[in-house]
């Protein structure tokens, strides 16, 4: 069975610190890569996506995320964090060429102190 | 402009009784889905519909019934309510079914007394 690794539980970073968040997934074909971030008291919004081509993908709000394919991995990265960023984190994979189903992992929640 | 609506936002109701959560969404998807996140914050996938139709059913026990009226629309009934139902319930939706981004509601805090 699928299932995706997110091994940062709980993550507490200084403003302007960098930020590095863990991905695996565990499915051995093509794969669809999201990141997706939870404000509080928010619903989900998405970050970035992986669907081919450039392994290293930006999104929204200066995040960026790099798909390792030989790692199995689809790690979130941003250089310079900020009090806002506060938020959980969820990475989520797709099967190729299946009926849509998005498994989440178990998410990592950032706070980030003034 | 509210892509993907829910109602209502909190439901409070008590063991055994009946309830609907409605989730509408106006980005004219295919599909659409229902996630329960529990109280550990873990997403899990319940349900999807393509077109009006039943594509994944997570074995997810039969008190829960979706229902898609139409494409825009899919509700989520739920039987004889137990404790272990409280939970936040997210709808979504995407263009098409398989590949492309999900659009999430702002969920419905479901707590079950």
């Known amino acids: 069975a699928q299932s995706v690794s997110q091994h940062n539980h709980h993550v507490i970073l200084s403003e302007a610190a960098s930020l590095e968040l863990g991905c695996n997934y565990s499915y051995g074909g093509t794969v669809n890569l999201f990141w997706y971030v939870q404000y509080p008291g928010q619903h989900l919004q998405l970050l970035l996506k992986?669907?081919?081509?450039?392994?290293l993908v930006k999104g929204i709000k200066g995040f960026e995320a790099e798909f390792i394919k030989s790692k199995f991995s689809f790690n979130l990265r941003k250089p310079s964090v900020q009090w806002s960023d506060t938020a959980e984190y969820f990475c989520?994979?797709?099967?190729?060429?299946?009926?849509?189903?998005?498994?989440f992992g178990t998410g990592t929640r950032l706070q980030v102190t003034l | 402009d509210t892509a993907v609506s829910q109602t209502p936002k909190y439901l409070v109701t008590q063991m055994g009784n009946d309830k609907s959560i409605k989730c509408e969404q106006n980005?004219?998807?295919?599909?659409m889905y229902w996630y329960k996140q529990d109280s550990k914050k873990f997403l899990k996938i319940m349900f999807s519909y393509n077109n009006k139709e039943l594509i994944i059913n997570e074995t997810v026990p039969n008190r829960f019934s979706p229902k898609s009226p139409d494409k825009a629309h899919l509700n989520l009934h739920i039987n004889s309510l137990e404790l272990g139902d409280s939970a936040v319930y997210f709808c979504a939706s995407s263009e098409r079914e398989g590949l492309d981004e999900q659009f999430f509601g702002p969920g419905t805090r479901l707590t079950v007394l």
């Open positions: 989520a994979v797709n099967k190729f060429g299946t009926a849509s189903k998005l498994t």
């Open positions: 980005l004219g998807h295919d599909t």
């Open positions: 992986y669907f081919s081509g450039d392994p």
